[in-house]
């Protein structure tokens, strides 16, 4: 069977939208995690993920107090909305990473 154009979009986006680049065992991995990617973004996340040796696995730390009932975020890292909307499908209001093209003549 052939793969159709969309095909090839689906797969891309499912794999782009849900890896994490972790180090295991000192060599550089890209690596799907069921369940992590589940997080929703916020820039001040309480969390830090990583992948440990010593315990064999994927890992998510919380790394600051969190209040009762405060959701458990991650960041999709440092980004503007010109990528945040076409990759994940939403936009920060107040985003500091924004940035615009200029041409000049």
Do not use: I
């Amino acid at each position: 069977a052939k793969w159709s154009l969309e095909d090839f979009k689906w797969a891309r986006f499912t794999v782009l939208t849900r890896t994490f680049g972790c180090t295991e065992h000192g060599t550089a991995e890209t690596m799907m995690v069921p369940l992590a990617d589940m997080a929703n973004h916020n820039f001040n996340r309480p969390t830090r993920w990583d992948y440990s040796d010593q315990k064999g696995g994927f890992t998510v730390r919380v790394v600051r107090g969190v209040k009762k009932d405060e959701m458990l975020t991650d960041t999709y890292g440092n980004k503007g909305n010109d990528s945040f909307l076409p990759v994940y499908g939403f936009c920060v209001e107040t985003n500091a990473w924004n940035q615009a093209r200029l041409e000049l003549p």
